[in-house]
Structures are given as C-alpha cells and as structure tokens.
C-alpha cells in the first residue's frame, strides 16, 4: 500500500502546474482586458470637436436674431 504524505512546504508537481495555469490565466486576463480598454478608448479630441460643431451649428441656426 502506498501512501502519499504532504509535509509542509514541498513543492509538487500538481502545484507548481496549478501556480502556472494560474499566472497564465491571469496573463491571458490582464492582456484581454487592456485590448478591450484600448477598443473602447475615445480619443481626447474627439469630445472637443463634438463640442466645437454643437456650438457652430447651434450659431449657425440662431444666426437670424
């Protein structure tokens, strides 16, 4: 009959694969979440051009008073 028996710190395989697959994951998480942050990024500029042609058509419209 074999017994296994786990004294304190050892390091077995199954951990240290656990610990990769984890950091792995983690890796892989890390890397789509920065994809999809960059997908999603609008521009600096964009809201101060948004602003410039709300105000030119609005003047524009209003250019009668």
Avoid: W
């Avoid at 304190?8 to 920065?34: H, P, W």
Wanted: some cysteine; proline content about 2%.
């Amino acid at each position: 009959m074999l017994l296994f028996y786990c004294i304190g710190d050892d390091v077995t395989v199954g951990k240290f694969y656990a610990t990769y697959l984890i950091q792995e994951y983690f890796r892989r998480f890390k890397a789509r979440q920065k994809a999809q942050d960059q997908a999603n990024e609008i521009p600096g500029n964009s809201t101060v051009a948004l602003q410039v042609k709300t105000i030119s058509v609005f003047v524009s419209d209003h250019s009668y008073c």
